[in-house]
């Protein structure tokens, strides 16, 4: 497929497409109502990570919106075939599979794309994925070859010709985003958002990497920002067993918060997760800057996907020492 180029990025250009909306855009009945005015985020470390993981999605208000009988997508970070941080973990994949069937579910998934140039059923197994998702009676889905569908939201005004996603997607009620806590040598970090990468097709990757290569980083991070109205997930969990605090996507400099992060606002969890990587000590250009300058999450805020400020952000924590200096590292 070849695309045409978007015109150059500015901010002005950017608020001007994104004026009034008001929109859910996305293939699955995984919207959910407009967003509160706050944002409740769980962040918790326990004795084993399962422990962690329980508590932090307690504290970010559980699962009741899981209905018995429905269908529920949990979409991991499997972006190649190494071990977290580069992937999710095991541990807590599986918690989250064990608290999504106590819910009664009809149908539990476990679905990605890795890089498009590997094989994702190939990486699930690489990653130690596989087992996890078995041990919980899910089934995994690898989006490679699925039947897809054109999506094109209004507000992705920088994909001027959308992009596909797995068309299975229109049959899930909810998606459970389970993301890591890692720097990206081209992202800068990706963690919530930039999660929604694995569910668009192949082409439209090339061309956000190709925008990357020509239009540099605050373009690129307007589509990435586009790209995540590609789904609605109704909770985002960040799984911090180990992080990235440079390099990544695949590898890099590894450090052990060893917590969970868990909210049902997009950027309220991506704020926090930047937070625990300027606390444990990360990239200059994440460090030394405000999470809400980072241009995704202004990107983010312009289309409405979450708080527009840390006065909107309610964090509650157990067992975190550093609650206090993970507050004043979200400001």
Known sequence: MTRAGPD??????????????????????????????????????????????????????????IQPGQTVLV??????????????????LSAVLELVRERGVGRLIVGD????????????RRAGLEAAVRSRGAEFVAFDDL??????????????????????????????????????VLARYTMAMKNAIGVIDADSRRY???????????????LIAEMSLAIRPSL?????????????PSDGRVVHPRLVIASRDLLATDVTG????????????????SPWTQPKIRYGMA??????????IDVRAEGIEETAAIRRLMA
Request: proline share 7%.
């Open 75 to 92: 979409k991991p970070n499997l972006c190649c075939p190494h071990p977290h941080p580069a992937t999710t973990s095991p541990e807590v």
């Open 236 to 248: 985002h969990i960040l799984d911090g067993t180990a992080a990235f605090v440079a390099g990544g």
């Open 147 to 184: 039947p897809r569908r054109p999506l094109r939201p209004p507000a992705a005004r920088h994909w001027p010709e959308g992009y596909r996603i797995p068309a299975m997607l229109d049959q899930v009620d909810h998606v459970i985003n389970l993301a890591c806590v890692k720097t990206h």
């Open 274 to 289: 930047l937070a625990v990587l300027r606390h444990h000590g990360t990239d200059a250009v994440i460090q030394d800057h």
């Open 8 to 65: 150059r990025f500015s901010r002005r250009a950017w608020l001007a497409g994104v004026a009034g909306l008001g929109i859910g855009v996305a293939g699955a009945r995984s919207l959910e109502a407009a967003r509160p005015a706050g944002a409740l985020v769980g962040v918790a470390r326990g004795t084993t990570m399962a422990a962690a993981t329980r508590t932090a999605v307690r504290l970010a208000g559980g699962l009741a919106f």
């Open 208 to 222: 956000y990497h190709r925008i990357r290569a020509e239009q540099g980083y605050d373009a690129f991070a307007a």
């Open 303 to 312: 289309l409405g996907l979450g708080v527009t400020g840390p006065e909107e």
């Open 113 to 124: 794309q890795t890089f498009y140039v590997q094989s994702t059923v190939a990486n699930v």
